[in-house]
């Protein structure tokens, strides 16, 4: 075993996991913000909602780009640095390795006929029908390559004679345990960091001066539908703790800092741990640990002490663990308060303060996503196919991999770089203001 090697490919996966699931969570999310904006526009006969979807899909599309090339990477990867993993399993999850590129297909060919034929449909619904697809495909390939990370959490469907895999069934091992969890969770995040990114562009341009009603409705529907979402990928998450507690005990209580087997277990929230895992400045919630864990506050729940040492996961997922928490917990009552506000009629919604915290809640989601992905990755330590596969033996035994690391570092910071300043530039050379003028002149065109 080459520890260098190890090293090195476990940095690069990260990083690439790491900036790949920023677009990737576009990627499944954005498609059904654009459906339901056009569906509530023209459900609303209103232009704004409809150019709303135009506009987004524009965007949209540039991340799909950069999407593709961060998600072929993470296939060359797989095959370069993790070798002996792709010959030990790469039989078993081929299957939804090949569904998942071709959902994606299927959604950028459907999503290539709706860009350019916006004004090729005399009926508009008919047109936004074109979208269905769209979302779906992006939904669908996010399903598939979550099947490939939940397999490795709970392999099933083959057996091992020999360090070989036989009696493959693929169908077997992609609905494996985890599966359902891990995918709800992945599209319910997504579509949530979705919302709440686009809301928190609207309230930039709201804060930057501009009073048009197109910014403010579109920043009430996405703050609703991040509402929505959000309040699903919590309930979600307490499924996910459940899970957790049958088939892999050991990451749960990696993640709570719970040490002792007991009954009616806390939970404990914030705080640190110093070299001699003291934990300080904690909050311990009695009883919520055991209700998380199995719904019944008396319940016992394992603790770190019972598993071997070289199983358990590192202990900083506690710190990833509450990031996400308290992000997520934080942005539902943002949207609680706003949603609400603009209902009631509360004044402060408009004030600056409160439209700079709704501004900030799309990188904190980014944030949230990023952190729940560690935490599932690292979580799984030390296995790279839990109970067969330590990570180190899968690796590859390569001393280039430190270079490797340095160029796509490079290409990261190109397309990161570039993707950033062609958005920036498509959406101020065409302002909605001039859109709107447009679209009107195209219409009274169309009526004589």
């Given at each position: 075993m080459n520890e260098s090697a190890v090293f090195w490919s476990r940095l690069l996966t990260e990083l690439t996991l790491t900036f790949h699931i920023i677009y990737a969570t576009i990627g499944v999310g954005v498609p059904l913000m654009i459906m339901i904006a056009q569906w509530v526009g023209l459900k609303k006969n209103d232009e704004h909602y409809i150019l709303l979807a135009r506009r987004i899909t524009?965007?949209?599309?540039?991340?799909?780009?950069?999407?593709?090339?961060?998600?072929?990477?993470?296939?060359?990867?797989?095959?370069?640095?993790?070798?002996?993993?792709?010959?030990?399993?790469g039989q078993v999850i081929a299957l939804p390795l090949f569904m998942e590129t071709f959902a994606f297909f299927f959604e950028a060919i459907f999503l290539g006929i709706y860009l350019y034929t916006w004004d090729r449909f005399d009926n508009q619904k008919k047109h936004m029908l074109l979208l269905v697809p769209v979302a779906i495909g992006a939904s669908i390939s996010a399903v598939f390559i979550t099947i490939v990370n939940s397999f490795m959490n709970t392999p099933q469907g083959f057996e091992v004679v020999s360090g070989q895999l036989v009696n493959i069934q693929p169908l077997v091992?992609?609905?494996?345990?985890?599966?359902?969890?891990?995918v709800a969770h992945v599209l319910a995040s997504a579509y949530m960091t979705s919302a709440f990114l686009l809301a928190s562009i609207a309230a930039y341009r709201l804060l930057r001066g501009s009073n048009h009603p197109y910014y403010k409705k579109s920043l009430f529907l996405m703050m609703k539908m991040g509402l929505i979402f959000?309040?699903?990928?919590?309930?979600?998450?307490?499924?996910?703790?459940?899970?957790?507690?049958?088939?892999?005990?050991?990451?749960?209580?990696?993640?709570?800092?719970?040490?002792?087997?007991?009954?009616?277990?806390?939970?404990?929230?914030?705080?640190?741990?110093?070299?001699?895992?003291?934990?300080?400045?904690?909050?311990?919630?009695?009883?919520?640990?055991?209700?998380?864990?199995?719904?019944?506050?008396?319940?016992?729940?394992?603790?770190?002490?019972?598993?071997?040492?070289?199983?358990?996961?590192?202990?900083?997922?506690?710190?990833?663990?509450?990031?996400?928490?308290?992000?997520?917990?934080?942005?539902?009552?943002?949207?609680?308060?706003?949603?609400?506000?603009?209902?009631?009629?509360?004044?402060?919604?408009?004030?600056?303060?409160?439209?700079?915290?709704?501004?900030?809640?799309?990188?904190?989601?980014?944030?949230?996503?990023?952190a729940g992905w560690w935490l599932a990755e690292v979580g799984r330590q030390p296995w790279i196919l839990r109970g067969y596969m330590r990570t180190a033996e899968g690796a590859t035994t390569s001393d280039q991999v430190d270079l490797m690391f340095i160029l796509f570092c490079i290409l990261y910071l190109v397309l990161g770089i570039g993707s950033v300043v062609v958005l920036r530039r498509m959406y101020r050379l065409n302002p909605i203001e001039r859109e709107i003028e447009d679209r009107m002149a195209e219409m009274k065109g169309v009526g004589r």
């Open positions: 524009r965007g949209f599309v540039i991340t799909v780009a950069v999407g593709v090339v961060t998600g072929t990477a993470i296939g060359l990867q797989l095959s370069l640095l993790w070798p002996n993993f792709m010959q030990l399993a091992a992609m609905f494996n345990p985890s599966m359902p969890t891990k959000s309040i699903a990928t919590a309930v979600i998450g307490d499924f996910s703790g459940k899970f957790l507690a049958e088939y892999q005990p050991e990451k749960l209580a990696a993640a709570e800092w719970h040490f002792e087997t007991e009954e009616a277990a806390p939970l404990i929230l914030m705080g640190f741990m110093d070299e001699e895992q003291n934990i300080k400045f904690a909050i311990e919630i009695p009883y919520l640990l055991s209700i998380l864990a199995y719904g019944n506050p008396m319940a016992e729940v394992t603790g770190l002490n019972d598993f071997p040492e070289d199983e358990i996961p590192p202990l900083y997922i506690h710190y990833l663990f509450n990031l996400m928490v308290l992000i997520g917990t934080a942005m539902i009552l943002v949207s609680v308060l706003y949603v609400a506000g603009v209902w009631r009629g509360w004044g402060f919604i408009h004030r600056p303060w409160f439209r700079w915290v709704t501004v900030l809640g799309g990188p904190l989601t980014i944030i949230a996503i990023e």
